[in-house]
């Protein structure tokens, strides 16, 4: 059985996600990152960099939210072009890719600069709200002409998409962002409509985490913050 260490965040769910879609059987093992779970030995034994999700699969261990994606995909033959096929294949390693370095990151720092930072910031969250919104607007034109980010499948792609555009109103600083990215809306919602969300959000309810942040959470989250202390 699949060992899947999580928190509610936008790339473990993601995991979660293809974990309920493709059937699998799993022990969800909750790491409370405001309580610094995630610098734990025992879990930095899994993932030195200290970060959720991670999957332990017998005697494989995965880290990286994108990454354990395209294992589980290629290991259960779902959701992903096969290696065999060339053009697919590099469509979504391209989508993947940029979702895995564009889009989280930049969404990431948005939402840090916008909910989190120190005055002053201006200069920094106008960087990353223009860079957040750039990709957006990328994705919303392909997915102008595109049912599913690879076409008339569902993917691998679109459930990594889904992990952080269920949260663009909180990313973007908009009530109301779909105006804007109607194409990401109409596949967000034909993602929120599948059974396996429903189960999702039910997980990410069944342990109880840290709501609240405060020192110690700040500390744990941001320890950068520490270097400006001396």
């Known amino acids: ?3 899947f260490h999580y928190s509610p965040a936008p790339n473990p769910l993601k995991v979660a996600l293809f974990l309920f879609e493709s059937g699998q059987d799993f022990e969800a093992i909750p790491v409370d990152t405001r309580k610094g779970e995630q610098f734990n ?5 899994l993932n030195p960099n200290g970060k959720v999700p991670v999957i332990e699969d017998g005697d ?3 880290f990286d939210s994108n990454a354990i994606l395209l294992y589980l995909a290629d290991k259960t033959g779902s959701f992903v072009p096969g290696v065999q096929e060339h053009e697919a294949r590099g469509q979504m390693l391209s989508w993947l890719m940029f979702i ?3 889009l989280g990151p930049f969404s990431g720092q948005s939402v840090h600069f916008r909910h989190a930072a120190p005055e002053p910031k201006e200069y920094a969250l106008n960087r990353y709200d223009y860079e957040a ?3 957006y607007a990328v994705l919303d034109k392909h997915l102008a002409g595109h049912t599913w980010m690879l076409g008339d499948d569902y993917s691998i792609v679109d459930m990594a998409l889904w992990g952080w555009v269920r949260m663009a109103p909180y990313v973007l600083g908009i ?3 779909w105006g804007q990215y109607p194409n990401i809306k109409r ?3 034909a993602v929120n409509a599948r059974p396996a969300v429903e189960k999702v959000l039910a997980l990410s309810q069944q342990h109880e985490f840290k709501q609240e942040m405060d020192a110690e959470s700040l ?3 941001f320890p950068q913050n520490e270097r400006l202390k001396g």
């Open 1 to 3: 059985m699949i060992k």
């Open 41 to 45: 030995d025992e879990f930095l034994s």
């Open 60 to 62: 494989v261990t995965v």
């Open 100 to 102: 895995a370095s564009g």
């Open 133 to 135: 919104h750039r990709h």
């Open 175 to 177: 009530e109301d962002p």
């Open 187 to 189: 596949v967000l919602d």
């Open 219 to 221: 500390r744990f989250m």
